[in-house]
């Protein structure tokens, strides 16, 4: 039995990797940005969360400090010469210090000086950077494991972003909701669709005569989610983590004859989407969402879902590679835990035996907690590294649910063989010890939701969802209708939200989630039978694009999108890819 003193220390863990640090600690969050040398991140995330030292630090020097155009010296004397007051001097400090310790290392083509000289050319260059997957840090190491594929950007409707993430460079603010600019800039980078396959397969998914606007990395098992390039867009999440990752789903194809179309259903997205936000509130360490978008190719009722993992790799991948790519990746897997979580660095070793051990023991330790089972981890694939991933159905208990800790621990327990097998016995993990620390971690976590909110739904994302899902969710969590009874089979959707309200799941109708959903308050209306949107959402679409007015229940969001009469749209999609094409073109 563990002592006091052990779980103690376990909890002091979850303090910190469960998102329990602010989220705008100017320290961590400045170190974290330093130290992957973002120089345009530090001075856009100082300009939108700390406004008043991004203007005294501006003034002193800091764009030509980041450019490695001043060195500390000349920053710290323009400060004082400044003589600004207490609290902004001990501010000005802390930023000095951070930056003496973590110096940035300036990014050809991404500096502050470009930054702030060409404002309309930046969505096009951080495009060239994202959708560049010739640079991706895997695609030399994995070799023929790694594939890459065409992208091509596209218009679309943006219908959610995750109101707790800040992206500095795009100015967006946890809890504040997006402009039309920001909206548009989100769209510009990640409406996109697959084009063609340039290797390892060679065939084609779709046959066009355009070039791709850009390219994207997968591991070549999976058939429809593409990588951008990690590090390139800041994003903080709102446990005060800087992620780089993300993953494209439902933008098409990656290889032929795998997954049909390539998209995703629009309800599937929601679900996750919805799922995810709860779990990360609950500090379960997910695959975060970002966004849901409807891109103008989409058919009826399918979407692009972007997340924002810690890692876009799971369980499955580590077995597709061997040394010295498996080495490869998981020390740059170590490093990059190390720089959220504030350490010097972390061996392969302590990473996998234990980091990613007590990550998955406190994920299972909360999720029994909460009474949350995951339908979808029998196999390694829906295993994230350190992190829940794929959520295809959920059950939740009334009570806490335990029966599904070994499938974590039998995950996390392959890894270790897997890793121990292509290292030396002096890198190898005592499996007997991680076991331990595993299940520290797992009560620790179970201990640590108590007096949680739980699971509480918003609304209006639930209204994104098809009737199929909702009624399997009811039937899961066992809701009844106003007169006790279970709800049936074929129980209509506003008996199921209903359910949802009186069971005590549903978010106070002011909570942030309705920030940036499209919608902000869905509540008891008709719907279009085409494509699983409420018809008011529908017509909003047509209304903020400019489109004919849709004939009731007969116009779909997709139809919206492709019949607008939108020369403004179209007019600065034109200058987005002409700036996209100057920042592609030789020599630049």
Avoid: C
């Avoid at 203007?55 to 400090?65: D, I, K």
């Avoid at 450019?67 to 004082?80: E, K, P, S, Y």
């Avoid at 992206?167 to 603010?173: D, H, N, S, T, V």
């Avoid at 234990?354 to 295993?383: K, M, P, T, W």
């Amino acid at each position: 039995m563990r002592g006091p003193r052990t779980v103690a220390l376990v909890l002091a863990f979850l303090v910190v990797s469960a998102g329990l640090l602010q989220a705008d600690d100017l320290s961590s969050v400045v170190t974290q940005l330093a130290r992957t040398h973002r120089g345009v991140a530090i001075y856009t995330y100082l300009e939108g969360h700390h406004p008043d030292l991004a203007r005294a630090a501006s003034a002193a020097g800091l764009a030509r400090l980041l450019d490695g155009d001043m060195d500390l010296a000349g920053f710290r004397a323009n400060v004082a010469a400044a003589r600004p007051g207490a609290r902004l001097r001990r501010e000005l400090d802390t930023l000095a210090r951070v930056l003496e310790e973590h110096p940035v290392t300036p990014r050809p083509g991404n500096t502050v000086r470009e930054y702030l000289a060409d404002p309309d050319g930046r969505d096009a260059r951080l495009f060239g950077r994202l959708w560049n997957g010739a640079e991706h840090p895997f695609r030399d190491a994995w070799g023929d494991k790694m594939g890459t594929v065409g992208v091509y950007s596209e218009p679309g409707k943006l219908l959610w972003f995750n109101p707790d993430v800040s992206i500095p460079e795009l100015g967006i603010r946890a809890g504040v909701p997006l402009t039309d600019a920001q909206r548009d800039a989100v769209l510009r980078l990640l409406s996109v669709r697959t084009g063609n396959v340039n290797a390892p397969t060679g065939a084609p998914v779709a046959s066009t005569a355009a070039r791709p606007d850009g390219t994207a990395v997968y591991p070549t098992h999976v058939g429809r989610a593409v990588n951008p390039n990690p590090g390139e867009l800041a994003i903080l999440n709102g446990q005060g983590e800087v992620v780089g990752d993300l993953v494209v789903k439902g933008a098409g194809p990656t290889k032929t004859g795998g997954w049909g179309d390539g998209r995703l259903d629009l309800s599937e997205a929601w679900m996750d989407a919805e799922l995810s936000r709860n779990l990360a509130r609950n500090g379960v360490r997910n695959y975060d969402a970002l966004a849901i978008i409807v891109p103008a190719s989409a058919a009826d009722g399918k979407a692009i879902y972007v997340r924002m993992p810690r890692s876009t790799l799971r369980h499955q991948d580590l077995d597709a590679i061997a040394d010295p790519a498996l080495k490869t990746t998981l020390e740059y897997l170590a490093r990059e835990e190390a720089i959220r979580s504030g350490r010097a660095g972390l061996s392969i070793a302590d990473y996998v035996g234990d980091v990613l051990v007590r990550h998955s023991g406190q994920n299972a330790g909360r999720l029994a907690g909460l009474g949350v089972e995951h339908g979808s981890i029998y196999g390694r694939d829906n295993h994230g590294l350190g992190e829940t991933v794929d959520w295809g159905w959920v059950k939740i208990h009334e009570k806490e649910y335990a029966e599904q800790k070994d499938r974590f621990w039998e995950a996390m327990k392959t890894t270790i063989e897997r890793v121990n097998g292509q290292f030396p016995d002096n890198e190898r993990v005592d499996l007997a010890a991680a076991r331990g620390r595993f299940d520290e971690a797992y009560e620790a976590g179970r201990q640590a939701v108590a007096g949680l909110p739980g699971f509480r739904f918003s609304r209006a994302a639930l209204e994104g969802v098809g009737e199929s899902d909702l009624r399997t969710l009811a039937g899961e969590m066992g809701l009844k209708d106003d007169k006790g009874q279970p709800l049936g089979s074929s129980a209509a959707r506003k008996e199921i939200l209903d359910a949802l309200e009186r069971s005590g799941r549903m978010e106070a109708r002011g909570d942030p989630v309705y920030l940036n959903s499209g919608p902000d308050a869905l509540r008891g209306l008709r719907r279009s039978p085409r494509d699983g949107l409420t018809e008011v959402l529908r017509d909003r679409v047509a209304a903020r694009l400019g489109a004919r007015p849709p004939a009731a229940d007969r116009l779909s969001t997709a139809e919206v999108l492709r019949d607008r009469d939108a020369r403004e749209a179209q007019e600065a999609r034109r200058r987005f890819l002409d700036r996209l094409r100057r920042v592609r073109a030789p020599g630049r």
